[in-house]
């Protein structure tokens, strides 16, 4: 149980997954000083949305591919798409 918890930057979160990343061992390493000193990292729904948005390039591609191909992407347009 750690004493205390520091939220992490997402940056951090982003470097703790990415071993190929030069900062990798740099971040594992104070992560590993602030464990063993009781300190905990904590993370938010913004640090996961941040984080999900930065490792899934694709979406953006997949969305982008819908709309050039004329792909409803929304409700609204799915509806208007299905009484053309």
């Known amino acids: 149980m750690f004493r205390s918890l520091y939220l992490a930057d997402t940056n951090v979160l982003i470097r703790l997954v990415k071993r190929n990343h030069p900062e990798y061992p740099m971040v594992l ?38 709309l050039s191909k004329n792909v409803p992407t929304t409700p609204a347009r799915s509806k208007k798409h299905s009484s053309d």
């Open 29 to 66: 390493k104070a992560v590993h000083r602030l464990n063993s000193d009781g300190i905990g990292l904590a993370y938010t729904l913004q640090n996961m949305t941040e984080f999900w948005n930065a490792l899934t390039p694709h979406s953006h591609a997949m969305a982008s591919d819908c």
